[in-house]
């Protein structure tokens, strides 16, 4: 028998291990308020119980392969499935105009480094 474990590209929006407090993707609502992208692309249902994960960032790649390494190891798995697999890696279009925009000081809110 071989044992096949989900891996998926979200975590408890509620819940979550501090380890993925950093790795969130955040979008603006309608009034610009910052809010987590919850479960899916938000194109066909919102499961507000998921948060999904910035893909943007490689701290994610690397923490989602560490996990899978762990999994090997310590329960010795035989392999992963990947949830929604057609969809990975969710990454969004980016809001230019949150990325460009000028502070109070008339200065970009953002670095070249964090838009990159």
Known sequence: ????VDCLARVSS???HKKYR???NYGLDENGKKKIMYGTD???MNYEDTAI???RKKRTWDLLIEEIIELVERFGISGIH???GQAWPQIFKL???E???LDSDRRRAYTDREIF
């Open 53 to 55: 994960l910035n893909y």
């Open 14 to 16: 509620s819940r979550m």
């Open 22 to 24: 950093e790795l969130i």
């Open 99 to 101: 990325l460009y925009r």
């Open 95 to 97: 809001d230019t105009d």
């Open 82 to 84: 990947l949830d929604n």
């Open 1 to 4: 028998m071989k044992i096949v």
């Open 42 to 44: 938000g194109r066909s």
